[in-house]
């Protein structure tokens, strides 16, 4: 089936809103970018569990817990697009593969009206390794720390370069049309065939 998909998006003529989301991040700027959100990665269940029992230690013992919120990954659709609505999101990361893709369609479009960084990576299953989870198909972030503000402002301009700033460029490309190899053949067979003919028209 899923081959079938592919071959079926490659034949038919995809609208631009669809198509921008095989322009992918490239390699190297997807490994930088992979590289510092797993710095902010939300902690799991053994971490939370951990840090209850801690806390719960400190009540017990009459000291003030430490309330510091921590800096991680937000994740969620519906909670990514508030963060976006409030323009308290510093860069989206959207999966290219979300299906049905409808959920995160409109996401681009979004992000640009409100002026957020954002882009478009290979696989959900990747993104929701960082969050725990088997697939995410948002992830955001709304602040990093001192030490990671200038790593995180070259990725931003990348980012900014690769995608917000080619949205108008990527609105007006359709994708796929693409004939298989026997359909273009039969077609380049019709087309020697016509012009034969014409030739012989004219002689």
């Not at 053994?46 to 937000?74: C, D, F």
């Not at 609505?85 to 999966?95: D, F, G, T």
């Not at 053949?185 to 020697?192: D, Q, V």
Request: charge should be positive; glycine fraction near 4%.
């Amino acid at each position: 089936i899923q081959r079938k998909k592919r071959i079926l998006k490659q034949r038919l003529k995809v609208p631009p809103a669809l198509n921008q989301f095989t322009k992918t991040l490239d390699k190297n700027l997807a490994t930088s970018l992979f590289k510092l959100l797993l710095k902010y990665r939300p902690e799991d269940k053994a971490a939370k569990k951990e840090r209850l029992l801690k806390k719960a230690q400190a009540e017990a013992e009459g000291k003030a817990p430490e309330s510091k919120k921590p800096i991680v990954v937000k994740y969620g659709l519906n909670h990514v697009t508030y963060l976006i609505e409030q323009n308290k999101a510093q860069l989206v990361v959207i999966a290219h593969d979300v299906d049905p893709i409808e959920l995160v369609v409109w996401l681009p479009a979004l992000c640009r009206k409100m002026e957020v960084p954002y882009c478009i990576v290979k696989g959900k299953a990747r993104l929701g390794s960082i969050v725990h989870k088997k697939t995410a198909s948002v992830l955001c972030l709304t602040t990093v720390k001192n030490e990671d503000k200038m790593e995180f402002s070259k990725i931003l301009e990348a980012i900014k370069a690769n995608f917000n700033d080619k949205y108008d460029e990527y609105r007006k490309k359709w994708g796929g049309g693409i004939m298989g190899s026997k359909s273009q053949a039969r077609s380049k067979a019709k087309e020697k065939l016509l012009a034969k003919e014409a030739a012989q028209r004219m002689t």
